[in-house]
């Protein structure tokens, strides 16, 4: 009885380890698209934000929700189309970036307050949290590592620079400053796994 509660908790722990290197790679591979196709990234992230509004005026209409929860997540929706007007351009000290970041903390209080004291089934709250307040933040998340990798042509006129609109040297101060998904993962790839060396013979 105790080898198979034993060999229980060994599967288990495998399984985790293979669900997490199954997310890697799976964000990975995303924010190579997103790095890929920055114009589609942004039309598809800007269908995601008006699909996910009308959810929540659809929520808001034909289900008893309350007002707060589904207003805060409006208010979050309009912040994340401000973050989205500069794409890919995403600076994480921006106004609109930390208000989304602010929205995300008090939409989720509102939700497990909601959801903790009126019984659902827990495939709603779970539908509820995966399209109402997960889509779109895991969407801008992934496109973090899209600004890294933007050539210099142009910058937007939402873009401040500290150079009177030298988009060149503006550009290359900020690519020293690698905060991206992609450039975390391109790390952590570097410093775990070993690293192939070709033999010359």
């Known amino acids: ?33 997103v790095e890929e196709y920055t114009v589609m ?42 973050v989205l007007r500069t794409f ?22 509102l939700a497990f307050s909601y959801f903790a004291n009126v019984w659902h089934p827990f495939s709603e709250v779970l539908a509820f949290f995966t399209i109402c ?15 890294e990798n933007v050539l210099p042509t142009s910058v937007p006129s939402e873009i401040p620079t500290d150079t009177d609109g030298d988009v060149v040297t503006n550009y290359f101060r900020r690519k020293g400053k690698r905060y991206g998904l992609l450039s975390f993962l391109k790390s952590a790839q570097d410093t775990i796994l070993p690293q192939r060396v070709k033999k010359g013979y």
Request: net charge negative; charged share 5%; with cysteine.
């Open 41 to 82: 990234s942004k039309k598809i992230i800007s269908y995601l934000l008006l699909g996910t509004t009308l959810i929540l005026m659809g929520l808001l209409v034909f289900e008893e929700l309350p007002w707060s929860l589904l207003g805060g997540c409006l208010l979050a929706n309009l912040a994340y189309y401000f």
């Open 133 to 147: 307040l997960w889509l779109i933040p895991f969407a801008l998340f992934v496109s973090l590592s899209a600004n």
């Open 1 to 33: 009885m105790w080898l198979f509660y034993s060999l229980t908790w060994v599967a288990l722990a495998i399984q985790i380890c293979f669900v997490t290197v199954s997310i890697a790679a799976g964000l990975y591979y995303m924010a190579e698209l």
């Open 88 to 109: 890919p351009f995403i600076q994480l000290s921006s106004p609109s970036f930390v208000l989304s970041a602010v929205m995300i903390l008090v939409d989720h209080y």
